[in-house]
């Protein structure tokens, strides 16, 4: 059974930082692509950061590269979303969601993952 627990969020101020962590369970990383994605208040759900199980590479949005990463535990079964220089933009709920060995991840697209977590909310605010 396919299981994403997010954790990490809250609440913090411009230019601070904050590291999100996705717990799953019931799936590797060896077949599936592991991806974060976020929603704001009104806005359609965007992809933010993705690691595919093809390569292992770390695949970001335009919006965040250069300030977000992606850190994975093995032992823990985590990924981290690393979160650095946040700005007001940046607030969201953000969601983990995985995929079966398929494109959708690798180009950030929410609609063809499936499997997603309950998220955890971040607010970007002084």
């Known amino acids: 059974q396919v299981q994403l627990v997010e954790s990490g969020g809250g609440k913090v101020q411009p230019g601070g930082s904050l590291r999100l962590s996705c717990e799953f369970s019931?799936?590797?990383?060896?077949?599936?692509?592991l991806g974060w994605f976020r929603q704001a208040p009104g806005k359609e759900r965007e992809g933010v950061a993705c690691?595919?199980?093809?390569?292992?590479?770390?695949y970001y949005g335009d919006s965040v590269k250069g300030r977000f990463s992606l850190l994975r535990d093995n032992a823990k079964n985590t990924v981290y979303l690393q979160m650095n220089s946040l700005k007001p933009e940046d607030t969201a709920v953000y969601y983990c969601?995985?995929?079966?060995?398929?494109?959708?991840?690798?180009?950030?697209?929410?609609?063809?993952?499936?499997?997603w977590g309950k998220g955890t909310s971040v607010t970007v605010s002084s």
């Open positions: 969601a995985t995929e079966f060995d398929g494109p959708n991840c690798l180009f950030l697209r929410p609609d063809g993952m499936h499997y």
């Open positions: 019931g799936f590797t990383l060896d077949h599936y692509s």
């Open positions: 690691i595919s199980n093809r390569d292992g590479n770390g």
